[in-house]
């Protein structure tokens, strides 16, 4: 069955840099967009990044020129580098894929940025 999980959250300091991983398993995970979502406490959940099966990306606004998506096919993994992280970036971080017209969502991982 598919399975996304991810990895590499934590808590950093305003200004300071996440890598997150979301290692993924049962579809073949080149054929596919992928994506990062997160929900801060009290808000909806918003898309974050897209990665498209051809490396295609699209970030949302509030990222733009501070995160990446990235993924690495060989291994099945979808990557979310953040840098200059801000107070407002905290949330919980999820992995997503639309495989076969169903939304498969990874448990989240918390980034927290405080100071």
């Known amino acids: 069955q598919v399975q996304l999980v991810e990895s590499g959250g934590g808590l950093v300091q305003p200004g300071g840099s996440l890598s997150l991983s979301c290692a993924a398993s049962?579809?073949?995970?080149?054929?596919?967009?992928m994506a990062w979502y997160r929900q801060a406490p009290g808000k909806q959940r918003e898309l974050v990044a897209v990665?498209?099966?051809?490396?295609?990306?699209n970030y949302a606004d509030s990222v733009k020129g501070r995160f990446t998506i990235f993924r690495d096919n060989d291994k099945s993994t979808v990557y979310l580098q953040m840098n200059n992280l801000k107070l407002e970036d905290t949330g919980v971080y999820y992995c997503k894929g639309s495989i076969r017209s169903t939304d498969y969502w990874g448990q989240g991982t918390q980034v927290t940025v405080s100071s």
């Open positions: 049962g579809f073949i995970f080149s054929s596919y967009a």
């Open positions: 990665i498209s099966n051809g490396a295609r990306k």
